[in-house]
């Protein structure tokens, strides 16, 4: 296990002894939210129809089933492996179910990034799942489309809000590729998103109830 991963079981372990739908535990998740995306170990699915539907819905699965068991029987056991090969074995389901769509109906076993066989069964959620947070701000941007691209880098029209928050989105791009790719400043670029785009992205969040009053996603909710 690597200093990341190890950083990572910690803060699982502190997290979930903060009582769920706390302050705590929102916060605590979001940290693992980030060091997970940053250790690059995520399976991609590249070539994969609604592949970005399938890591939506891991996500899910992640904040739904860490501590204690909501949609399997039962929750993330750190004795199995790493969270990372956890969520690995629930993504690799989704997408293979992705592939499988229009040819049959079959759920083949799969294994983790161990060789170990997962039950498929035991992945399917009891319940219909809440609404991917990433598909809702995809709608929201689709809607306020004309109103983001109006709000621009002087000069630049190309750098707007919608092109920030879209390529700043889970997998996101990072500051240095978008300085690269449009020739501008890395500040110039971060300080504009956050003084123009963010906020707008954050009042979206709190009206659908994902981001409390403290700025921190409820991604228990």
């Known amino acids: 296990m690597d200093e990341l991963e190890a950083q990572i079981l910690q803060l699982v372990q502190e997290t979930c002894q903060h009582p769920r739908g706390s302050i705590e535990r929102q916060k605590g998740l979001h940290k693992i939210f980030l060091l997970i995306q940053q250790t690059g170990k995520l399976l991609r699915g590249t070539g994969v129809p609604d592949a970005e539907e399938a890591l939506q819905k891991t996500w899910l699965y992640f904040c739904r089933n860490l501590c204690e068991a909501d949609t399997v029987k039962e929750p993330y056991n750190?004795?199995?492996?790493?969270?990372?090969?956890?969520?690995?074995?629930?993504?690799?389901?989704?997408?293979?179910?992705?592939?499988?769509?229009?040819?049959?109906?079959?759920?083949?076993?799969?294994?983790?990034?161990?060789?170990e066989e997962l039950d498929p069964v035991n992945l399917i959620p009891a319940r219909p799942e809440a609404p991917p947070i990433l598909e809702e701000i995809q709608q929201w941007l689709k809607k306020e489309a004309n109103n983001l691209r109006r709000i621009h880098v002087?000069?630049?029209?190309?750098?707007?809000?919608?092109?920030?928050?879209?390529?700043?989105?889970?997998?996101?791009?990072?500051?240095?590729?978008?300085?690269?790719?449009?020739?501008?400043?890395?500040?110039?670029?971060?300080?504009?998103?956050?003084?123009?785009?963010?906020?707008?992205?954050?009042?979206?969040g709190k009206s659908q109830g994902y981001i409390n009053s403290e700025g921190y996603l409820n991604i228990e909710s």
């Open 78 to 115: 750190s004795g199995k492996g790493s969270v990372i090969t956890w969520l690995n074995g629930y993504l690799k389901y989704r997408l293979e179910d992705s592939r499988r769509v229009g040819s049959n109906n079959t759920i083949h076993p799969i294994q983790d990034q161990n060789g």
């Open 154 to 204: 002087q000069d630049r029209p190309d750098i707007n809000c919608l092109v920030l928050i879209e390529r700043r989105l889970p997998p996101e791009t990072s500051w240095k590729d978008l300085s690269d790719e449009f020739g501008v400043s890395i500040p110039t670029l971060s300080g504009f998103y956050q003084r123009q785009c963010f906020p707008r992205l954050l009042n979206f």
